[in-house]
């Protein structure tokens, strides 16, 4: 499978910046090098030439240090590789890598997973991700940064919280993957959920890189990812099946946390429920998926 690790640039940075002034440098390194292939048959740059040298890298003629925030499995480094640079100005290394895939687990362990608004995930065995906000310090330091007009502050702040949540996603879809053999997810969006298109957006990009993340890291870890119908996983019982009068609907269902089924009497967590019958459609996706079970 093919992944991909961002390393920020320790060193050199003043060079890379130097590089990039005339619009984008690995861009036109890169034609040019092809050029110089085509013209003098030089060897065609592949994974843009770049290869490890301990922990650092080894890049057109020079030596690049990074934070070692995650370490590099083994592996091809694939074309695709490149630097960028973020709103700070401080510099990323992307590296495109092909490792070898885990071997696929046996199915012991399945969950559903409801993906929401007060929650950002409640899973089949009622532990809740709780959704990665704005924190509370950053925000009382951004307001602070805005009144005095701090821009760089402004984007330092910004970036950090972006980090905090990136990194909490990442925590929260490991943990899953390691836990569970067979992992389902609702394929929930926001239309009609949030109210603002800004709402809509935030609520999208959350719901959508945790599904991402979770999809190839169950791929790393030999789980089973499938995602499913949502529809009906709010409204229908768990524990009978039914979908009784007393489920709840439309917008005005939106507030009940909790009900109970007036067919069969229990008593549910409206995203608990959710997360049960999401789980449930994902195995029946596995049992139409392999005819011997
Ligand atoms: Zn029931």
Excluded at 166 to 194: C, E, K, P, Y
């Amino acid at each position: 499978m093919i992944l991909v690790f961002r390393y920020r640039v320790k060193s050199l940075s003043g060079l890379l910046n130097q590089w990039c002034r005339a619009v984008n440098f690995v861009w036109n390194y890169c034609n040019d090098r092809q050029k110089d292939a085509l013209r003098f048959e030089r060897p065609w740059i592949k994974g843009r030439d770049l290869h490890r040298e301990g922990d650092a890298f080894r890049f057109a003629g020079h030596t690049f240090r990074v934070f070692n925030s995650r370490p590099l499995p083994e592996g091809k480094i694939k074309d695709g590789t490149c630097f960028s640079q973020d709103s700070r100005g401080n510099w990323f290394l992307n590296i495109v890598i092909e490792v070898a895939e885990s071997p696929v687990r046996p199915i012991d362990h399945g969950v559903g997973i409801d993906l929401g608004l007060k929650d950002l995930a409640v899973l089949s065995d009622a532990n809740r991700i709780s959704a990665p906000g704005f924190y509370r310090k950053a925000e009382a330091a951004l307001a602070a940064a805005q009144r005095a007009h701090k821009r760089r502050r402004i984007k330092a702040i910004h970036a950090y919280t972006a980090r905090r949540r990136l990194d909490s996603l990442h925590n929260a879809s490991l943990q899953i993957a390691r836990s569970f053999d067979h992992i389902v997810v609702g394929n929930i969006n926001a239309a009609g959920l949030a109210q603002t298109s800004l709402a809509k957006s935030v609520l999208d990009a959350g719901w959508s890189s945790f599904r991402k993340m979770l999809a190839y890291k169950a791929v790393k870890h030999g789980a089973r990812y499938v995602e499913v119908d949502e529809r009906f996983t709010t409204q229908t019982c768990s524990n009978c099946g039914a979908l009784p009068d007393s489920r709840p609907r439309g917008i005005a269902g939106l507030g009940i946390r909790e009900w109970a089924c007036s067919d069969c009497g229990a008593v549910h967590d409206r995203d608990l429920n959710a997360a049960k019958n999401i789980l449930r459609r994902g195995r029946a996706t596995l049992a139409a998926g392999i005819p011997a079970l």
